[in-house]
């Protein structure tokens, strides 16, 4: 098993995905084409370093008929059908995972990783997500990491989110019957990872978002906190 060290400490905004009948999905870094009845998901190393890993996760279990890599050898390290998947070995920068899936199916989260020479992994690059569930997690686990290493850069962002998003947040506060930022913050510098994850998705609940698009393209400008956790 492949042993993490702050796995999602970097977390990257995403554009929102149009997500049509055809199933084309426009990414930074990951493209997507249908041949026959397959989706052939290409991964792009564009982090500018060599990559060890590939970390991939869908919300529905999916089989892999088939990847190969194009500058270097990366191999699956567990069975071809499931929900998560680790491609290990060395993938050059500019080099190309691909990944052969059944029409339909679309990672969740897709993240490039560098391991050490004590098997640790860390980011490298910005994730790729495509669920809001997800988004929820990285926050939780991002701001955990930020607020071990820099808690006082994490105080700073969150009082430039709260500052960039006043007027947004004063109306919400009153729809929701609380103040978001005395409840928030409390949770924000005291709560494991889970806990700020089920606060953003009770939040998320409330607000009747269920749709990831509908959370990063809407009135709330997230900036402040992308950037202090490692944007």
């Known amino acids: 098993m492949i042993r993490t060290k702050n796995l999602w400490l970097v977390l990257g905004l995403v554009a929102s995905l149009s997500l049509v009948a055809t199933a084309d999905v426009v990414a930074p870094w990951i493209d997507m084409y249908m041949a026959g009845g397959t989706a052939v998901w290409l991964f792009n190393n564009t982090t500018e370093e060599t990559a060890d890993i590939l970390h991939v996760e869908f919300e529905q279990e999916v089989t892999i008929t088939h990847y190969i890599a194009f500058g270097g050898g990366m191999v699956c390290t567990g069975a071809l059908t499931g929900t ?49 569930t997800v988004l929820g997690r990285l ?54 990872a889970d806990g700020i994850t089920n606060f953003f998705n009770t939040i998320m609940g409330m607000l009747g978002l269920t749709e990831l698009s509908a959370v990063v393209t809407g009135d709330v400008n997230w900036g402040a906190l992308f950037v202090a956790l490692g944007m």
Not at 103 to 117: I, N, R, T
């Open 84 to 132: 998560t998947f680790d491609f290990a070995g060395e993938l050059i920068k500019k080099g190309t995972l691909q990944i052969d899936l059944p029409l339909g199916a679309v990672p969740s989260l897709a993240q490039w990783l560098k391991m050490d020479e004590l098997g640790n992994t860390t980011p490298i690059g910005s994730p790729f997500f495509t669920s809001l």
């Open 139 to 192: 926050f939780g686990i991002g701001i955990v990491a930020l607020r071990e290493s820099d808690p006082a850069a994490l105080g700073a962002a969150f009082e430039q989110f709260f500052a960039d998003n006043a007027a947004y947040l004063a109306g919400l506060s009153e729809s929701l019957g609380m103040s978001l930022a005395d409840s928030l913050m409390p949770i924000i510098m005291a709560s494991p």
